[in-house]
């Protein structure tokens, strides 16, 4: 299993940004996919997840401002992220897990400036 992520880039605070995270391999029908993210000097942290269902998970920080969503048929699992703040700056990494297994795609750079 791969994951590719893309679309991370600079952007001023208030504004957004759409990340993507494409699967590809033996990717089976009940999974979970998800971001995470690690700022600096920081633990990595769950951002949202989202089961193969269409249920939603988000860290309480991001609730209002980030939205995750998936499609089944590409394998892919999207994150737009709104409201950005200088705090938002990270890499964020895809994750999806499935029979047990982690799998971790190689991060997006996200920076927020002031």
């Known amino acids: 299993v791969q994951l590719q992520a893309s679309g991370g880039g600079l952007v001023q605070a208030g504004g957004s940004l759409r990340l993507s995270c494409a699967a590809s391999?033996?990717?089976?029908?009940?999974?979970?996919m998800g971001w995470y993210r690690q700022a600096p000097g920081k633990q990595r942290e769950l951002v949202a997840s989202i089961t193969n269902g269409g249920s939603t998970n988000y860290a309480d920080s991001m609730k209002g401002r980030f939205t995750i969503s998936r499609d089944n048929t590409k394998n892919t699992v999207y994150l737009q992220m709104n409201s950005l703040k200088p705090e938002d700056t990270a890499v964020y990494y895809c994750?999806?897990?499935?029979?047990?297994?982690?799998?971790w795609g190689q991060g997006t750079q996200v920076t927020v400036s002031s």
């Open positions: 391999g033996s990717i089976f029908s009940f999974n979970l």
């Open positions: 994750n999806l897990i499935q029979r047990g297994t982690d799998y």
